[in-house]
């Protein structure tokens, strides 16, 4: 099985959701560094829908640039998490079985 997550290494959720899909028998693991290589709005709309999370639930409300979009629609929220992709909640993590926001991190095992 294909795992893909959208991994930030300095964040410990993100590192504890990787070592599960690592420890995981079966499960290729491919990571992406968003800050690096941050998803398209459609991709991200797509993990959110698939996730079954709205864009705000999704967004990471403690940074600087989520208090703007206190008063946002969805699609103000995701086009500021393209432009600043650190406003995206992490760990994201994809599967054939589904997309689990990965906190707490054993979520993911829902997918595996």
């Known amino acids: 099985m294909k795992a893909t997550i959208w991994h930030n290494p300095r964040c410990s959720k993100s590192r504890e959701a990787l070592a599960i ?4 028998p ?18 991200l709309a797509s993990l959110f829908k698939q996730a079954g999370m709205t864009p705000r639930e999704g ?3 403690g940074e600087d640039g989520a208090k703007a979009l206190t008063n946002a629609s969805d699609d103000a929220i995701l086009d500021a998490m393209v432009a600043d992709p650190i406003l995206i909640e992490r760990p994201l993590v ?3 079985k ?5 906190r707490p991190p054993e979520r993911v095992r829902d997918i595996l």
């Open 21 to 24: 899909l690592e420890g995981t």
């Open 26 to 43: 079966g499960v290729e693991v491919e990571i992406v560094d968003y800050l690096k290589t941050p998803p398209t709005r459609e991709k």
């Open 59 to 61: 967004m990471r409300k």
């Open 94 to 96: 994809e599967t054939g």
């Open 98 to 102: 589904g997309v689990r926001l990965g």
